[in-house]
């Protein structure tokens, strides 16, 4: 599940939860809603790597790897031209 490997991530990082609501402005309530309901997207995957030193990637069957990192989330004033 997701949300055990974003937890586990966050254990070997040093960091909890608490730091991940921060992260988000938001209450370790909604957090741990979040993460027991495994609701993820993209950019909070690629949040998420960035805040523990992490990368998010695909690995392609001949192992060549595609990154997605904090300049691959579309800025949010870009949100109303889609």
Same mark, same amino acid.
């Given at each position: 599940?997701?949300?055990?490997?974003?937890?586990?991530?966050l #254990?070997? #990082?040093?960091?909890? !939860?608490?730091?991940? #609501?921060?992260?988000?402005?938001?209450?370790?309530?909604?957090?741990?809603?979040?993460?027991?309901?495994?609701r993820?997207? #993209?950019?909070?995957?690629?949040?998420?790597?960035?805040?523990?030193?992490?990368?998010?990637?695909?690995?392609? !069957?001949?192992?060549?790897?595609?990154?997605?990192? !904090?300049?691959?989330?579309? !800025?949010?004033?870009?949100?109303?031209?889609?």
């Amino acid at each position: 599940m997701v949300s055990d490997k974003i937890r586990s991530i966050l #254990a070997l #990082a040093g960091k909890r !939860p608490t730091d991940l #609501a921060n992260l988000y402005g938001t209450s370790q309530q909604s957090m741990n809603n979040k993460l027991s309901q495994s609701r993820f997207s #993209a950019e909070d995957l690629i949040r998420i790597a960035e805040f523990t030193g992490c990368k998010v990637a695909f690995i392609l !069957p001949d192992g060549g790897q595609v990154f997605l990192s !904090p300049d691959d989330i579309r !800025p949010k004033d870009d949100e109303s031209k889609k």
